[in-house]
């Protein structure tokens, strides 16, 4: 079946380091591409989304990359923050589907200060 | 306005209660959506609804049942759940079609005893 990222690792980064957290997507008919970051007790936050004819956009201290060769999609904070301590899950549209999103299982990024 | 809220936080009812969860979204969206999320898993689609109509039903169990009264609120009704219901219900919402962002609520926590 579909599948995005199936694994749950966590990344541990100094606080003012750059974090770089991966994904690989499995459905290459997917045509958008998300980020998001879920504090424990909230719901997913979004920070940033891509389609599929780019393979680089930037946001404030974000960037996400795509890779449609492989398959992959990451997320690059910079100069991470005790306060981007989360889960972050990317999720993907499939191009046949109008509101599904897959998501990836998730990874936990942890900021020691 | 670009939240979503959800009532109630919190929930714990008995597998023969009937109760009902609450979404509400001010921000013009015309899709709402229904996940699931267990611990430390991404979320799962259960519904979709565009335009007050259900567009998805990811094969959800009748013992769960959503409703959408008017394009602001969606409910989602509970009855003879089980233990293994317990999760996080999220409620989502997009301006539409094709890889618009889903802003999601911050959930409602359920225990099924």
């Known amino acids: 079946g579909e599948s995005v990222g199936l694994h749950l690792p966590t990344l541990s980064v100094q606080e003012g380091d750059n974090s770089i957290i991966n994904c690989a997507y499995s459905?290459?008919?997917?045509?958008?591409f998300i980020w998001y970051k879920q504090e424990s007790g909230k719901g997913p936050q979004f920070i940033i989304d891509?389609?599929?004819?780019?393979d680089k956009r930037q946001g404030q201290r974000v960037t996400v990359l795509l890779n449609k060769t492989v398959k992959h999609l990451s997320l690059q904070i910079a100069a991470t923050q005790p306060g981007d301590s989360a889960v972050y899950f990317c999720?993907?549209?499939?191009?046949?589907?109008?509101?599904?999103?897959?998501f990836g299982s998730g990874t936990r990024l942890l900021v020691r200060p | 306005d670009t939240e979503v809220t959800q009532t109630p936080k919190h929930l714990v009812m008995g597998m023969t209660n009937k109760k009902s969860l609450k979404c509400e979204q001010h921000?013009?969206?015309?899709?709402m959506y229904w996940y699931k999320q267990k611990a430390k898993k991404p979320p799962e689609l259960m519904f979709v609804?565009?335009?007050?109509?259900?567009?998805i039903n990811e094969s959800v169990p009748s013992r769960f049942s959503p409703e959408c009264p008017n394009s602001s609120l969606l409910n989602l009704h509970l009855h003879a759940l089980q233990p293994e219901d317990s999760a996080l219900y999220l409620c989502?919402?997009?301006?539409?079609?094709?890889?618009?962002?889903?802003?999601f609520g911050p959930g409602t926590r359920l225990t099924v005893t």
């Open positions: 999720a993907e549209k499939p191009l046949d589907s109008s509101y599904k999103l897959i």
């Open positions: 921000m013009g969206h015309r899709a």
């Open positions: 891509i389609r599929s004819n780019m």
């Open positions: 459905n290459s008919a997917s045509d958008y």
């Open positions: 989502a919402s997009s301006q539409g079609l094709a890889g618009a962002e889903q802003y």
């Open positions: 609804y565009s335009y007050e109509k259900l567009s």
